[in-house]
């Protein structure tokens, strides 16, 4: 079961050093409450409730990767106001590779009688690669806010398809 971190003060930038001070499992939710808040960056595998009277966005992207298909990570943030340009993104996580394919089968022959030269003929084709797997979901955004200097925005892209698999070698011939 995820745990839940709570990290309350009267202001607050929440950037790569905070939240590592926590040190919080992966996949852990990590709830940070202030009056006035400054939020840099957020770091992927962990879900995030942010409540701020005040919240500074400097930088404008805030960007996380899903690191479970299974669940996904979400963040949700609540807020009087926003100071900049808030964009979030919780992408899901890329799909896993295809199978390579299966070899082909040998083109050598053994002679008829045993014992002379064997007969190389073209080797077969190698097997066709497998399909990569789809990729995850995107996770969940909730913004909730009585004022913004400019509309915040969220994307939940899902993960990229994985590769396909390599095609398999040519038998020997």
Do not use: C, W
């Not at 939710?29 to 400097?58: C, Q």
């Amino acid at each position: 079961m995820a745990s839940t971190f709570h990290f309350f003060r009267d202001t607050l930038q929440i950037n790569l050093n905070t939240i590592r001070a926590l040190n919080a499992p992966g996949g852990a939710t990590i709830v940070f409450g202030a009056r006035s808040i400054t939020l840099s960056e957020l770091i992927s595998d962990y879900s995030y409730v942010i409540a701020a009277d005040e919240l500074k966005v400097p930088s404008g992207v805030v960007a996380i990767q899903n690191s479970d298909a299974i669940t996904p990570a979400s963040v949700t943030v609540l807020a009087q106001k926003i100071d900049g340009a808030l964009r979030v993104s919780v992408a899901g996580v890329a799909g896993e590779a295809g199978a390579n394919g299966e070899p082909g089968e040998s083109g050598i022959e053994p002679s008829d009688p045993p014992g002379g030269k064997p007969v190389v003929l073209p080797g077969g084709n190698g097997g066709n690669g497998g399909d990569g797997e789809n990729g995850g979901p995107g996770g969940n955004i909730t913004v909730r806010y009585a004022s913004a200097t400019t509309t915040p925005t969220g994307a939940v892209p899902g993960g990229a398809g994985g590769a396909a698999g390599h095609g398999g070698p040519g038998g020997a011939g």
